[in-house]
């Protein structure tokens, strides 16, 4: 007989598992069922844990760290409410296609079904919001099982997976073996592209008169920002992107137009409504870019490059579709690029882009538009982590992207709150560059306890707040398209107030809560409030100087500031309407 | 595009899957959660005992069958999905049908229908029988609709939904 293996506890085979995928962070909130991980965590000095204090806040966290390396983000947690904190942020991280490892720590297993303290099943309620969620049921699995979740995460269409783990096996003692190979019989993701769906694409773009590159969120995802600029240059085919594709050739490229959508730009609209070639990378053509069905695009040949064949043909029926990762693809399409005579149809889309700019002209005073743009001017280099709603809506419309500057933004699942533990997320993995988080005042409030995180790590974010005192993308829907009734959108609202407003009575404007100077304050960190459009520029400078800890600046901006321009519900694209 | 009736038609899936827990779960709940219906689904292992055999029958039009394929093949868990809708078949459901409350009469009735229909009788009492089904899902609904005739508000149907087979020469669905 040979020699007995070492063995090992469980929970020191998750850290080794840990090293072994180059993990050097890991988002942790510890509880009953997870403590023995942390006392293996405990125990060694290669991975860093970061304590947020809310898991909500610990998976945005990992998301942003995800983003913005690339790698896989890690979330460690304890059972029942600590895996259930997590929900919103794993459906988040599946939308756009975000690697997670979420491990998440579960009652022994004699227990489980028992209705235990602070049992839930997990994988149940994630089965249909993740990539793949396992509970381990056998410690002689741990290892495959984590080889397995960490591949399943990174590779293919990226996006979270779920790893229950019972306490009883964290404890027991078995193989030290970490597996390098794996090997899932039913999971093969496919990335290189056909070369022949390739070719016969190329062929139709090569013979097209007004032909738009539409580019998603993909085309970060595969890291091909570079190929694809090299792709529209040669060419010289205009290109529109998504909101996650925004940035994935420099903003101020001649051949940029604008974003596609709901909120886009009303030239980029124009064209993709015009276009006889409609070459998209990396989109899933997801509602908010369409409009109206029908009228999509609607004389146009659709290319779609996707690397998930799901994603092909649901929403828009595609002519010539392309399987693969979005590098290969657009490395082979480099291949037969060769310069097309677009001269009279770039002209006439740069002209509409010229004649119909998005901007907030309509008012005097501070706006959005102005605190953005200073922020592109005094941060060329930076990562710009928006919120959800109208302050992401304008984020996505004023800055100015390309390679020294990102924006990481919630484009799928859309949760508020996301921002600022993103941002601490970004912050941790680039350290070289400034973070900038801008939420509304509803949003921040989602996840505000982050600033003591935030303080506790000594990350210099610049925090933004657009404090319009109210939950402005829905009030301004309801001002657009419900007849001014503003139910439940004012945040100033107090029981005072009664149905004053609702009757016409003159606002009684108690004090907004909270005072975000105050609440800076409490959690040491400097704060400032800006009303007036003079003020913007020297206190977001004094604001990016702050070190070891955020700065805090709130913007007071006006309630009626909206979102424009706006294709209504049920029309279609080249319907928007430009002004109210 | 508009979904249109025109293409509504039955659909057969043969699915092959990891043979652990959460697998049926995983599939069922891929259809529920995206509102497709399923018409019946049956699960068993395979001469492999790591590999469970599915057959899914249901009525779609022809797009929403073909993302409810390509959602089936991106699930980590479906090893292989064969479209068995247009491809000869084998195929047979088992099953129960009881009838209660009989008289003489009703029981010569039964016995009658079903040596006609092919089906055996595998159980009875005085005012009972109990036929057992081995026939296309189709040929029971057809029987279905025969005794609900006969015997209202006396059948009891117990059925297990349709395991198909590809064919080797004849096509029977």
Not at chain 1, 11 to 22: F, M, S, T
Not at chain 1, 102 to 118: E, H, K, M, Y
Not at chain 2, 28 to 35: D, N, R, T
Not at chain 2, 37 to 49: A, K, M, R, W, Y
């Given at each position: 007989?040979?020699?007995?293996?070492?063995?090992?506890?469980g929970?020191?085979?998750?850290?080794?598992?840990?090293?072994?995928?180059?993990v050097?962070?890991?988002?942790?909130?510890?509880?009953?069922?997870?403590?023995?991980?942390?006392?293996?965590?405990?125990?060694?000095?290669?991975?860093e844990?970061?304590?947020?204090?809310?898991?909500?806040?610990l998976?945005?966290?990992?998301?942003?760290?995800?983003?913005?390396?690339?790698?896989?983000?890690?979330?460690?947690?304890?059972s029942?409410?600590?895996?259930?904190?997590?929900v919103?942020g794993?459906?988040?991280?599946?939308y756009?296609?975000?690697?997670?490892v979420?491990?998440?720590?579960?009652?022994?297993?004699?227990?489980?079904?028992?209705?235990?303290?602070?049992e839930?099943?997990?994988?149940?309620?994630c089965?249909?919001?993740?990539?793949?969620?396992?509970?381990?049921?056998?410690?002689?699995?741990?290892?495959?099982?984590?080889?397995?979740?960490?591949?399943?995460?990174?590779?293919?269409?990226p996006?979270?997976?779920?790893?229950?783990?019972?306490?009883?096996i964290?404890?027991?003692?078995?193989?030290?073996?970490?597996?390098?190979?794996?090997?899932?019989?039913?999971?093969?993701?496919?990335?290189?592209?056909?070369?022949?769906q390739?070719?016969?694409?190329?062929?139709?773009?090569?013979?097209?008169?007004?032909?738009?590159?539409?580019?998603?969120?993909?085309?970060?995802?595969?890291?091909?920002?570079?190929?694809?600029?090299?792709?529209?240059?040669?060419?010289?085919?205009?290109?529109?992107?998504?909101?996650?594709?925004?940035?994935?050739?420099?903003?101020?490229?001649?051949?940029?137009?604008g974003?596609?959508?709901?909120?886009?730009s009303?030239?980029?609209?124009?064209?993709?409504?015009?276009?006889?070639?409609?070459?998209?990378?990396?989109?899933?053509?997801?509602?908010?870019?369409?409009?109206?069905?029908?009228?999509?695009?609607?004389?146009?040949?659709?290319?779609?490059?996707?690397?998930?064949?799901?994603?092909?043909?649901?929403?828009?029926?595609?002519?010539?579709?392309?399987?693969?990762?979005?590098?290969?693809?657009?490395?082979?399409?480099?291949?037969?690029?060769?310069?097309?005579?677009?001269?009279?149809?770039?002209?006439?889309?740069?002209?509409?882009?010229?004649?119909?700019?998005?901007n907030?002209?309509?008012?005097?005073?501070?706006?959005?538009?102005?605190?953005?743009?200073?922020?592109?001017?005094?941060?060329?280099?930076?990562?710009?982590?928006?919120?959800?709603?109208?302050?992401?809506?304008?984020?996505?419309?004023?800055?100015?992207?390309?390679?020294?500057?990102?924006?990481?933004t919630?484009?799928?699942?859309?949760?508020?709150?996301?921002s600022?533990?993103?941002?601490?997320?970004?912050?941790?993995?680039?350290?070289?560059?400034?973070?900038?988080?801008?939420?509304?005042?509803?949003?921040?409030?989602?996840?505000?306890?982050?600033?003591?995180?935030?303080?506790?790590?000594?990350?210099?974010?610049?925090v933004?707040?657009?404090?319009?005192?109210?939950?402005?993308?829905?009030?301004?829907?309801?001002?657009?398209?419900?007849?001014?009734?503003y139910?439940?959108?004012?945040?100033r609202?107090?029981?005072?107030?009664?149905?004053?407003?609702?009757?016409g009575?003159?606002?009684?404007?108690?004090?907004?809560?909270?005072?975000?100077?105050?609440?800076?304050?409490?959690?040491?960190?400097?704060?400032?409030r800006?009303?007036?459009?003079?003020?913007?520029?020297?206190?977001l400078?004094?604001?990016?100087?702050?070190?070891?800890?955020?700065?805090?600046?709130?913007?007071?901006?006006?309630?009626?500031?909206?979102?424009?321009?706006?294709?209504?519900?049920?029309?279609?694209?080249n319907?928007?309407?430009?002004?109210? | 595009m508009?979904?249109?009736d025109?293409?509504m038609?039955?659909?057969w899936?043969?699915?092959?899957?990891?043979?652990?827990?959460?697998?049926?779960?995983?599939i069922?709940?891929?259809?529920?959660?995206?509102?497709y219906?399923?018409?019946?689904?049956?699960?068993?292992?395979?001469?492999?005992?790591?590999i469970?055999?599915?057959?899914?029958?249901?009525?779609?039009?022809?797009?929403?069958?073909?993302?409810?394929?390509?959602?089936?093949?991106?699930?980590?868990?479906?090893?292989?999905?064969?479209?068995?809708?247009?491809?000869?078949l084998q195929?047979?459901?088992?099953?129960?049908?009881?009838?209660?409350?009989?008289?003489?009469?009703?029981?010569?009735?039964?016995?009658?229908?079903?040596?006609?229909?092919?089906?055996?009788?595998?159980?009875?009492?005085?005012r009972?029988v109990?036929l057992?089904?081995?026939?296309?899902?189709?040929?029971n609904?057809?029987?279905?609709?025969?005794?609900?005739?006969?015997?209202?508000?006396?059948?009891?149907?117990?059925?297990?939904?349709?395991?198909?087979?590809?064919?080797?020469?004849?096509?029977?669905?």
């Open positions: 007989m040979s020699e007995k293996l070492p063995e090992i506890r929970a020191d085979l998750v850290v080794e598992a840990l090293r072994a995928e180059g050097d962070t890991v988002f942790a909130y510890p509880g009953g069922m997870a403590i023995d991980l942390f006392d293996a965590l405990y125990r060694q000095d290669d991975i844990m970061i304590l947020p204090r809310h898991e909500q806040g998976i945005f966290a990992a998301d942003g760290y995800a983003r913005t390396t690339g790698k896989v983000g890690v979330c460690l947690v304890t029942g409410p600590g895996a259930t904190n997590l919103t794993i459906a988040n991280a599946n756009d296609s975000v690697p997670l979420c491990i998440t720590g579960q009652v022994p297993r004699s227990l489980i079904g028992n209705d235990a303290f602070q839930v099943d997990m994988v149940g309620i089965r249909n919001i993740c990539k793949y969620a396992i509970i381990v049921r056998d410690r002689k699995d741990l290892g495959r099982v984590l080889r397995e979740a960490f591949y399943i995460a990174r590779s293919g269409k996006g979270p997976v779920v790893v229950d783990l019972p306490q009883d964290q404890k027991e003692m078995g193989s030290a073996v970490y597996p390098q190979e794996v090997s899932i019989r039913g999971y093969k993701p496919n990335t290189s592209a056909h070369p022949g390739v070719k016969k694409a190329m062929s139709v773009l090569n013979r097209a008169k007004k032909p738009v590159f539409l580019v998603g969120g993909g085309v970060h995802l595969a890291g091909a920002q570079k190929e694809m600029q090299q792709l529209a240059e040669i060419t010289g085919v205009p290109v529109i992107t998504t909101i996650m594709g925004k940035g994935a050739i420099p903003t101020d490229h001649p051949l940029y137009v974003n596609i959508g709901l909120h886009g009303f030239a980029a609209n124009q064209a993709i409504s015009e276009c006889d070639v409609l070459f998209s990378i990396g989109t899933r053509f997801n509602d908010r870019i369409t409009g109206k069905l029908s009228e999509f695009a609607k004389n146009a040949t659709i290319i779609h490059v996707d690397i998930d064949t799901a994603s092909i043909s649901r929403n828009i029926v595609v002519d010539i579709p392309i399987v693969g990762d979005a590098k290969a693809a657009i490395t082979l399409m480099l291949d037969q690029a060769k310069p097309l005579e677009l001269t009279g149809w770039v002209n006439d889309i740069m002209m509409r882009k010229k004649s119909y700019p998005i907030m002209n309509r008012y005097e005073g501070l706006t959005p538009q102005q605190v953005i743009q200073t922020l592109d001017k005094l941060t060329p280099k930076s990562v710009l982590v928006p919120d959800v709603g109208q302050n992401q809506l304008w984020c996505t419309q004023y800055s100015t992207l390309g390679p020294e500057k990102r924006m990481i919630s484009g799928g699942l859309g949760p508020m709150g996301y600022l533990p993103a941002a601490i997320g970004a912050a941790l993995a680039a350290p070289d560059r400034k973070v900038i988080s801008v939420s509304g005042d509803g949003g921040f409030q989602m996840n505000l306890q982050e600033l003591a995180t935030a303080k506790a790590l000594e990350l210099p974010i610049l933004c707040i657009f404090n319009n005192t109210h939950l402005g993308n829905v009030r301004q829907m309801q001002r657009f398209f419900y007849g001014e009734r139910s439940s959108t004012c945040l609202y107090r029981k005072s107030c009664g149905r004053v407003c609702q009757q009575g003159q606002c009684p404007a108690p004090d907004y809560l909270p005072d975000f100077l105050q609440l800076a304050k409490s959690y040491d960190c400097p704060a400032w800006v009303t007036k459009p003079e003020e913007v520029e020297p206190v400078t004094q604001a990016l100087a702050h070190t070891g800890g955020p700065a805090l600046v709130e913007f007071l901006v006006d309630e009626e500031e909206v979102v424009m321009p706006v294709v209504p519900f049920g029309k279609a694209l319907q928007m309407m430009l002004d109210y | 508009n979904r249109t025109t293409d038609k039955k659909r899936i043969c699915l092959f899957v990891e043979n652990q827990t959460g697998t049926l779960a995983r069922s709940g891929l259809f529920s959660g995206k509102c219906n399923i018409d019946s689904l049956t699960v068993g292992e395979t001469e492999d005992p790591t469970s055999r599915m057959t899914i029958t249901l009525t779609s039009d022809e797009k929403t069958f073909e993302q409810i394929k390509k959602q089936l093949n991106r699930s980590v868990e479906v090893i292989k999905v064969v479209d068995y809708t247009d491809l000869p195929s047979k459901e088992l099953m129960f049908v009881k009838i209660n409350h009989c008289t003489a009469g009703d029981k010569e009735e039964a016995f009658r229908i079903a040596s006609v229909f092919g089906v055996r009788v595998v159980d009875c009492d005085k009972r109990l057992e089904c081995v026939q296309t899902e189709k040929k609904n057809t029987l279905i609709g025969l005794l609900q005739q006969n015997f209202p508000n006396r059948i009891e149907v117990a059925r297990g939904g349709s395991v198909a087979v590809e064919a080797i020469t004849i096509n029977d669905r």
